[in-house]
């Protein structure tokens, strides 16, 4: 069931540090789906660091819910075992403290950048099912005990099925099977019971995963197994995913009576390489293959033409329409980012391209698309 927005959102924006002698009265992007869902960016370290004072002020402006992009990953907070280095997440947990932000925890089991260490022995085999277990709970025991009752939820499983709906070949499905998605979800709750927790995976719109995630969620449930929310990443091209897709999906997870969570969403304004979010692409080319690639897709170093603006901001406006005829279902919207520079999409799944995927431009304004619709111009 969707959650209380209510300590979330601000009524109105007095913007007290403009020119004009009198405050302006602006619309903000949290206040306008105030009634709706959170909205949520992913922050990188350098950006809770200071290090990018406008986008700082647009994140404290419009939004009302952060993400760690990278700083509470496996291998940054414990890349030793039993070594912890907290001092990234603990700025960025206070970030959104000192702005009153719902604070979403990503991700604590995941395949990728994952402490070389985590899975295997001394001599490089995988441990056993006993010895990842353990280590399992350790650190989401540490993880999620130091930030009791500051995270709102944690993305406590993420990318555990491939595209065709099998389990992802990951260390931990090798070694424990089925049963680590259950016992993440255990650890968690144990060390903190009032913090929501979710699962979470990129490609969402496709049935097999569809399938595979209902399943999932209803066996834990049945279980008596806390989860709250599913998450669908939505790194989404202009070309993917049919919105009919997508839509069956968001109706099909909040028929479980999880809140559907979009996570992580962007939207590539150039040719499609690869659908969804595996990282490891960036290493199946060879680096002439890249070089190539590069200069094929690369198709707008230099800015946006307007006509291909025209059609992300069209499509953008579609996929917000799709959020808001199902905000009974959906309780966040969160960005992968906030301007096009600092995206990830400009890296993948080849490095130096010049991608357009987010709410706000490499010079700080905001998509044509969301002005018209907090204006209420649509
Ligand atoms: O921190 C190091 C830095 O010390 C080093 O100099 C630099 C050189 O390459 O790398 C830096 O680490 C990079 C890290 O981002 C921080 O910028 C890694 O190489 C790079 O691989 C890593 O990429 C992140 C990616 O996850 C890794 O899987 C992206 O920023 C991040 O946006 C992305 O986020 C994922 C979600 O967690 C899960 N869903 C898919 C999404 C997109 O891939």
Request: hydrophobic share 40%; charged share 30%.
């Amino acid at each position: 069931m969707k959650k209380h927005l209510l300590p979330y959102f601000c009524i109105t924006v007095l913007v007290a540090s403009c020119s004009s002698s009198n405050a302006e009265q602006i619309p903000t992007v949290k206040d306008h789906f105030k009634d709706d869902f959170l909205i949520g960016a992913a922050l990188p370290v350098r950006h809770v660091d200071g290090m990018d004072p406008k986008a700082d002020s647009i994140v404290t402006l419009h939004f009302n819910s952060i993400v760690a992009e990278n700083c509470m990953k496996n291998e940054k907070i414990q890349p030793e075992e039993g070594k912890f280095f907290w001092d990234d997440a603990d700025k960025f947990v206070k970030y959104g403290e000192d702005r009153d932000m719902a604070i979403i925890g990503h991700a604590l089991v995941w395949h990728s950048q994952l402490a070389p260490w985590f899975t295997k022995d001394a001599v490089g085999n995988e441990v056993s099912p006993d010895v990842l277990k353990q280590r399992m709970k350790d650190h989401i025991y540490a993880v999620v005990g130091r930030y009791k009752g500051k995270i709102k939820g944690w993305d406590v499983v993420n990318e555990a099925i491939v595209d065709d709906g099998s389990y992802r070949n990951s260390p931990f499905y090798r070694i424990l099977g089925e049963d680590y998605i259950p016992l993440a979800f255990q650890y968690a709750h144990e060390a903190d019971p009032d913090a929501e927790l979710y699962i979470n995976d990129f490609s969402m719109f496709l049935p097999e995963k569809r399938e595979a995630y209902v399943k999932i969620v209803n066996d834990l449930k049945k279980r008596g197994i806390r989860i709250d929310g599913i998450g669908m990443q939505s790194h989404i091209g202009m070309d993917y995913p049919e919105f009919d897709e997508y839509e069956k999906s968001i109706v099909a997870f909040g028929n479980t009576g999880c809140d559907v969570m979009i996570t992580e969403l962007d939207m590539s304004a150039l040719p499609t390489i690869e659908k969804g979010a595996d990282i490891g692409a960036i290493f199946r080319m060879t680096p002439e293959e890249r070089r190539e690639a590069l200069k094929k897709f690369n198709v707008y170093p230099d800015g946006l033409p307007e006509d291909v603006s025209k059609e992300w901001n069209d499509r953008m406006a579609q996929v917000f329409a799709l959020y808001k005829k199902h905000s009974d279902k959906i309780s966040r919207v969160t960005w992968w980012g906030t301007t096009d520079g600092m995206s990830w999409k400009n890296g993948f799944p080849i490095p130096g391209r010049t991608d357009y995927p987010l709410l706000f431009d490499r010079e700080y304004n905001m998509k044509p698309f969301m002005q018209k619709i907090i204006e209420n111009l649509e």
